[in-house]
Structures are given as C-alpha cells and as structure tokens.
C-alpha cells in the first residue's frame, strides 16, 4: 500500500523540471558528472541521469552529487543531493529520476539524505541551512530546523531504526543534535570544537550504540548519545586518524571500516580497537571520500580516491583497481543491501 502511495504521490510531483539548475550546461565537458551505476560489481558503468519532464527527456549530467541514499524498505529507490541543484530520487533504480515540487528542495546543497527505516513515505534531506521532512514521499516537504549562526550548516542527519522518532543531524562547527519527535524538537547532545562532523553511523547491532566523524576527533556512544567517548587514544598509532571523511558497517554491525586522513581503519568492536587496511597507496597519500562494505560478506571492501576505484575481497589483504567513469572526483559510493553487485556513484567537480 505505501509502495503504490509513493507512486501515486510522485506521478504528480514529478513534472514541470525544465530550467532547474541541477538541468543546466551545455558542453559535453561538463555533462559527465551525475550518478553511475554498475551492476557487476564495478566493472562496467553507465551513467544514469535521465529526468523526464514535460518538454521531453532532461538529465542531471551536469550535476555534481554529493549524497546518494537507498531506502532500506525499497532498494530500487535512491535518493541524489546534489551540490547545487536540490534533491533527485529515483524508483527504478537510477533508470530515470525526478525533483520534488517544493521549490526549495530544488535548489542548494542537499549534504545528506536519510528515510525512515519502518516508514518509505518519511524522508529527511538537508539543504543550505536547513533539515526539511516529508511525510508524503516526497510530495511535500516541510523544514523542522533552520541554523541561523554564520557558517554553520546541517552536514549529516540519520535515523534510529529502531525507534525511527529518534532523529539525529550533525552539524558544521561539531555540535551533534537530536530529536525524539521526528525532527520537529533539537537538543544539543554533543559540542565539539568548531570540528564539522563528516557522518555519523547508527550501529546495526544496537542503535542506541553511535560513532561520530568529525575533521578532528572520533567519539563514540552508548547510550544514544547521552554521553560520549573520545576515541583518540585507541588511534593514536595512525597519523590523522582521527580525521574521518565516512564510515561504512556490514548488515549486522560487526564490522565498521573508516575512511580517514590516515587511509582504511578498520574495528571489529565498534571503536574499542583499530586495525589499518594495508592499501596499495601509502598513508596520507590520497583523499579517501568514500567507502562500503558488502552487507553479507565485510571482507568485500570498495573505496574510492579521486580518479580510481578499490576493491578487495579478501578483507584488504589484495586489492584490484579500477579508474572511476568521470573526470571528476568520487564523492560518494552506495552499495545495494539486496544486490550487491550494484553500486552507485556520486561524481563531484573539484576546483583546482
């Protein structure tokens, strides 16, 4: 019944694209950006951006994406931030895509995107200063926080799956808040240093255990946020570890991998103990933006730099690599928790 709710709500939502800015460009340079998809574990790619509209078939091939998000209850559901041009989701995985209505979800930075767990039609995407939250898949979108302080923005916003009223959004100058009401009251949880916080990652094997990101400082949680623990000492041995661009975990939150200023760190106690990854670059040599685990098997890693893309199926222990099908940099890589030979990737302009 939801699935055909969301159907129905995004045919009408879906028209009236034509001049958005994320549809804007017009040399063949700039059109390589948007997301890709592969369906054989990284192998080939295709670029998938096709956005229909009522004048015909557009496209986000101009677009830099820097969020993609799948629906835990529907994997061919995929929602795209993108740098400036607002929000894009699919529901055919990646096949065509379409923006909201609401004109604000149209336009800005969307850093991050999140969807209720146990409900489809609720989804949480951050745009420019704001958290804004639908409760009608996407047909309408109302803001439940705006940041008034210079500088500061909403960068990273996830949901308990356990008790989805739980709602957390980490911010740009480290504070971490939470909601118990689907976002519709904050209470700052956590003040770090003026250190944005890069993501934050609910644990699969107990949601009430969190681990925090940050540009200097890793913290962990067991209590759903009511106290917290400087992980700095168990990194000490990494040069920049504590610098983490993202995490990933597997399905059952056994293991946590860390993409860090250092490189790969990976825990199997959920930051209690970490272990480097032995990559094929050395420490601090490259920018790793993104990382994923297979949801099954955690010994199946990828991540990705600026033009190549990793893999390793024994745990880190060998690697393959592959160059990324863009010009611009990896910003973001999702795997499909229910087929895990689709992967997804979000290609950013890095001004040099």
């Known amino acids: 019944m939801k699935h055909s709710l969301r159907t129905m709500l995004a045919t ?12 804007s460009g017009s040399s063949s340079s700039d059109r390589d950006g948007g997301v890709f998809k592969s369906t054989d ?3 080939k790619w295709k670029q998938t951006v096709a956005v229909p509209t009522i004048k015909g078939v557009g496209s986000f091939a101009v677009a830099d994406v820097i969020a993609l998000a799948i629906d835990p209850s529907d ?6 931030g993108t740098k400036e041009g607002g929000l894009l989701w699919s529901e055919d995985a990646g096949a065509s895509w379409r923006q909201p209505r609401d004109p604000a979800l149209r336009q800005g930075a969307v850093r991050s995107v999140a969807v209720d767990p146990k409900d489809i039609c609720t989804i949480y995407a951050t745009v420019g200063t704001r958290l804004y939250r639908s409760l009608t898949c996407g047909r309408t979108f109302q803001s439940t926080y705006e940041e008034t302080r210079q500088n500061v923005v ?22 971490l808040l939470k909601s118990s009401d689907h976002g519709m009251f904050w209470t700052n949880i956590f003040s770090g240093k003026n250190k944005a ?26 209590d759903s946020g009511l106290n917290w623990q400087n992980l700095s000492e168990a990194l000490k041995a990494y040069k920049d570890g504590d610098t983490v661009y993202a995490f990933a975990q597997d399905a059952k939150g056994e293991t946590i991998v860390a993409a860090t200023k250092y490189g790969l760190l990976r825990s199997k106690d959920f930051g209690e103990t970490w272990e480097a990854l032995k990559l094929v670059t050395a420490p601090g040599q490259v920018t790793i933006r993104t990382v994923v685990l297979h949801p099954g098997r955690p010994e199946t890693i990828f991540y990705a730099t600026a033009s ?3 893999k390793s199926e024994d745990g880190g222990v060998t690697w393959k690599t592959r160059k990324i099908p863009t010009k611009r940099v990896a910003a973001v890589l999702r795997m499909d928790p229910k087929q895990p030979e689709v992967l997804y990737l979000g290609a950013l302009t890095i001004e040099k």
């Not at 909403?154 to 504070?175: F, K």
């Not at 009430?208 to 067991?222: A, C, D, F, N, P």
Request: aromatic share 8%.
């Open 75 to 80: 994997h061919e559901v995929i929602y795209a």
């Open 12 to 23: 009408v939502a879906v028209l009236a694209l034509a001049g958005s800015g994320c549809l």
């Open 41 to 43: 574990g990284s192998i």
């Open 197 to 222: 916080i890069n993501d934050l990652l609910v644990s699969q094997a107990d949601s009430r255990i969190l681990l925090m990101g940050t540009e200097q400082g890793v913290y962990r949680s067991m």
């Open 308 to 310: 190549t893309l990793y």
């Open 154 to 175: 909403p960068r990273r916003v996830a949901v308990d799956w356990y008790n989805t009223e739980t709602v957390y959004l980490g911010l740009s100058n480290g504070n």
